[in-house]
């Protein structure tokens, strides 16, 4: 069956950086496009960017240009997110999600906790 | 950006009530809509996409509908495992945008 393993909870400073991985099984893997989508505490789910696997190109909503970068390791399944600049606001869940059968992401990875705080 | 504008934001009702969510698109989207039930440390679950194809081992109580650029969750008879938050998503174009949600609490 598929699945989205993320990785552990994080903890940095305000201006760090940090990147997170999303490993894929059960399906092959340059088959779908890896969606991030990220949520606040108490908040609404934001979405983030895409990359396809397939050659690693990407889209970034427009808010988070310049400071995310999306890679891919087709070797290992897996895909990473890189967010840099970090500040308070950037204290999430951060999910990969990819399509299902349809136009709707049927399947989450279990969310990695980032926070940032001084 | 496609802006989605869900309503209400929150929901009182009681188990057995029929509810209703709305989700307006700022411009056309077709079809391309999805909804989403999230419960607290969860990640969301695809209940609907194409604005009214159910996902596989959704309950049939779930249904979804198009109107244009309105779109409409209901839920048919509320069961207690229901009361969650619910988020549309528009997956026409990139970004694909989120609704604000719309929180169903227990009356």
């Known amino acids: 069956q598929v699945q989205l393993v993320q990785s552990g909870a994080e903890v940095r400073k305000p201006g760090a950086s940090v990147k997170i991985s999303c490993k894929t099984s059960g399906y092959t893997f340059t088959s779908h496009y890896l969606h991030w989508v990220r949520q606040a505490p108490g908040q609404g789910l934001e979405w983030m960017g895409i990359?396809?696997?397939?050659?690693?190109?990407?889209y970034y909503a427009q808010t988070f240009e310049g400071r995310v970068t999306m890679t891919s390791d087709s070797s290992t399944g897996t895909v990473y997110m890189e967010v840099s600049s970090l500040r308070s606001e950037d204290t999430a869940v951060y999910y990969c999600a990819r399509l299902g059968s349809g136009d709707g992401y049927s399947h989450w990875g279990q969310g990695t906790l980032v926070s940032v705080s001084s | 950006d496609i802006q989605l504008t869900q309503s209400p934001s929150f929901l009182s009702a009681s188990v057995g009530d029929r509810v209703t969510v709305t989700c307006r698109a700022s411009q056309g989207i077709g079809s391309y809509l999805a909804w989403y039930q999230q419960k607290p440390g969860k990640a969301p679950k695809l209940l609907i996409y194409a604005a009214s194809t159910l996902e596989s081992g959704v309950p049939s109580r779930f249904s979804g509908s198009r109107s244009g650029t309105d779109f409409t969750l209901t839920i048919s008879s509320l069961q207690p495992e229901d009361f969650a938050t619910y988020y549309c998503q528009q997956l026409n174009t990139y970004p694909h945008t989120f609704g604000q949600g719309t929180k169903l609490e227990i009356k």
């Open positions: 990359i396809n696997p397939t050659d690693a190109t990407t």
